[in-house]
Each structure stands twice: as structure tokens, then as C-alpha cells.
């Protein structure tokens, strides 16, 4: 059974950085398309980033355009997030999925991201 | 960007009666290749969003088959033939057709 591990969330100071990874397992990474999506405290889902399979395309929501940066490594089955110029407003459960619309859709458990002084 | 819209955004429901949530986008979401990237999800407390249907109408295979998808262009359904009480928590929907990708707000189901 596949699964998405998310890992590298904690809390931060306004203006710092900070790299998300997801480890994938269990299915054939190289052939999904991935996706980041964030959850702020007691809110909605909001879609942040996508990434093609082979990394050649990659779109952005304009709430973190210019700050944020997905990125990935085939060879070791991870999805990156690099942020920048972090906000309080980007505090939030930063969840790595397939987003699938076909074939078996992987959600991972979320870590979260607390961006305060 | 595409904005997609949820009614209602809260939903209470009486055990074993039926649910509806409508979502409308303000584009049409048929892709140029003919397909239309519309999926819902469904998040409980506390947990991941699972997906319960994708690309309007194909029900995932560990979905309960009281969960139905339907619509077309611009306006989707969400409907559930029974409510049970396992299915409370929030439905939201998602496209992919038009980047970037966008979800709805959201919709609560409660028990009454």
C-alpha cells in the first residue's frame, strides 16, 4: 500500500526558511505528478504547488509564488518544499498528495508549519 | 484563477436521510483533451482528506457506494443516498483543469 511521509515542519521566526520533504513508499513515484497542499489552523484546504513526474513543469499558487519552491528526487522517491520569506499567514498542516485523477489518489498525515516570533 | 464554490457550507443532516453539496466553478472544467478534472474529497477530524470521487463521477474503490458524483461544465454534485454517522466531517471539492488547481471552501455535514 502506498504512503507519504511529510517531515521537516516546526516553528519558525517571520522572514525565515524552512524545507519540507515527503518520503514516498509503496507505489511507483516517478510516475506521479505531486502536489502540496496546506491547511491553516481551523480553516480549508488551499492548494500551494504542483510538480510533473519528471520535474520539467511546476505551478504555484499566487499566495506563495516567488517564495516557495517545489522541487523533487526520483532516485530517492522525495518531494521538497523549499519556503522562504516565511509569513504568519503560511502557518498551517502542510500536507504532500498525489491529488490523483485517475489511478490511486496518497495523502500523507500532514506536518505542521508555525511561523511566529 | 478558477474559483470554485460550495453550498451549502454547512449541512446538517438527520441519520439515514440523504445529503447534497453543489459545487460551481467559474469556468467550465472540460479539459482540452475532453476530460474533466473534478475530484471530492472528504476529511474527518482529525485526519488526511481521502478521496471519495474522481473526475466527477468514478467513486473510488473504498468508498461506500452511497457516495454518488454527478455534474457537468460547471456545476457538480456531491450526493449521499443515506447519511450515516462515520460520514461526518468536511466535503470539499478540487479541480485540475485549469492551473493553478483550486478547492472549494469547504462543506460541514453534521448529525441533527
Known amino acids: 500500500e502506498g504512503q507519504l511521509v511529510e517531515s521537516g515542519g516546526r516553528l519558525v521566526q517571520p522572514g525565515g526558511s524552512l524545507r519540507l520533504s515527503c518520503a514516498a513508499s509503496?507505489?511507483?513515484?516517478?510516475?506521479?505528478?505531486m502536489h502540496w497542499v496546506r491547511q491553516a489552523p481551523g480553516k480549508g484546504l488551499e492548494w500551494i504547488s504542483l510538480?510533473?513526474?519528471?520535474?520539467?513543469?511546476?505551478s504555484y499558487a499566487d499566495s506563495v509564488k516567488g517564495r516557495f519552491t517545489v522541487s523533487r528526487d526520483n532516485a530517492k522517491n522525495t518531494l521538497y518544499l523549499q519556503m522562504n520569506s516565511l509569513r504568519a499567514e503560511d502557518t498551517a498542516v502542510y500536507y504532500c498528495?498525489?491529488?490523483?485523477?485517475?489511478?490511486?489518489?496518497?495523502w500523507g498525515q500532514g506536518t505542521l508549519v508555525t511561523v511566529s516570533s | 484563477d478558477v474559483v470554485m464554490t460550495q453550498s451549502p457550507l454547512s449541512l446538517p443532516v438527520t441519520l439515514g436521510q440523504p445529503a447534497s453539496i453543489s459545487c460551481r466553478s467559474s469556468?467550465?472544467?472540460?479539459?482540452?483533451?475532453?476530460?474533466?478534472?473534478l475530484n471530492w474529497y472528504q476529511q474527518r477530524p482529525g485526519h488526511s482528506p481521502r478521496r471519495l470521487i474522481y473526475?466527477?463521477?468514478n467513486r473510488d474503490s473504498g468508498a461506500p457506494d452511497r457516495f454518488s458524483g454527478s455534474g457537468s461544465g460547471t456545476d457538480f454534485t456531491l450526493e449521499i443516498s443515506r447519511v450515516e454517522a462515520e460520514d461526518v466531517g468536511v466535503y470539499y471539492c478540487?479541480?485540475?483543469?485549469?492551473?493553478?488547481?483550486?478547492f472549494g471552501q469547504g462543506t460541514k455535514l453534521e448529525i441533527k
Open positions: 498528495a498525489t491529488l490523483s485523477w485517475s489511478e490511486t489518489d496518497f
Open positions: 509503496g507505489f511507483n513515484f516517478n510516475i506521479y505528478w
Open positions: 510538480i510533473k513526474y519528471d520535474g520539467g513543469a511546476t
Open positions: 469556468q467550465s472544467l472540460v479539459s482540452s483533451d475532453g476530460h474533466t478534472y
Open positions: 473526475r466527477v463521477s
Open positions: 478540487v479541480q485540475g483543469t485549469h492551473w493553478p488547481h483550486t
